[in-house]
Structure formats: structure tokens, C-alpha cells
Nanobody, 123 residues
């Protein structure tokens, strides 16, 4: 059974940094893409970033490009989202998810989801 466990969320002041982690277990992930999404209260879940497990190709939403960096450690089956220059509008519940096919910004293409980790950025 595939399991995704996020960690690293918290409260930070605007301009600060956080690093989120997503530990995956339960199968081999070489054919998967790992994505990060976020959902603020009253808003839809939105794509943040993604990385292909095999090649390490990365993709970012325009709103986080240049501030967030996604990476992965294949040996640990863990991926990371380094978030710098955080803004109050980055406040949300952050989820990691796995998919094998389909457009990477579409939430319904992701087969497995973590429980989420809260990021709160104060102004």
C-alpha cells in the first residue's frame, strides 16, 4: 500500500523559509511524478511544483517560480520542497501526491495523496 507522509510545515514570518518533505513508501516510484499542491481556506487545491522521479525534471507554478525548489532523494524515496521568500499568500495546507500519467497540474491525475502539512506565513 502506497503511503505518503508530509512534514516540515509551520509558522514563519514573511520573507522566511521552510522545507517540506514527503516520504513515500509501498512500491517502486521510478515511473511516477511527485507533485506538491496547496489549498487555502475557501479556495481550490492548486498545483505548486512537480518532479519526475526518474529524470528529475522539475515544473513550477508561476506564483512560486524563483522562490521554491523541488528536489528528490531516490535512495530515501523522499522529495523536498524548499520554500524561500515566503509570502502571506503562500499560507495553505500543502499536500504531496503521486501520478503516473496525465497533465501534471490536474489534481485528478494524481493517484496517491498525503495528509497535508500546514504552512502559515505571517505578515
Amino acid at each position: 500500500q502506497v503511503q505518503l507522509v508530509e512534514s516540515g510545515g509551520g509558522l514563519v514570518q514573511a520573507g522566511g523559509s521552510l522545507r517540506l518533505s514527503c516520504a513515500a513508501s509501498g512500491r517502486t516510484f521510478s515511473s511516477y511524478t511527485m507533485g506538491w499542491f496547496r489549498q487555502a481556506p475557501g479556495k481550490e487545491r492548486e498545483f505548486v511544483a512537480a518532479i519526475t522521479w526518474s529524470s528529475g525534471s522539475t515544473y513550477y507554478a508561476d506564483s512560486v517560480k524563483g522562490r521554491f525548489t523541488i528536489s528528490r532523494d531516490n535512495d530515501k524515496n523522499t522529495d523536498y520542497l524548499q520554500m524561500n521568500s515566503l509570502k502571506p499568500e503562500d499560507t495553505a495546507l500543502y499536500f504531496c501526491a503521486l501520478k503516473r500519467r496525465g497533465i501534471l497540474v490536474v489534481t485528478s491525475n494524481y493517484e496517491y495523496w498525503g495528509q497535508g502539512t500546514q504552512v502559515t506565513v505571517s505578515s
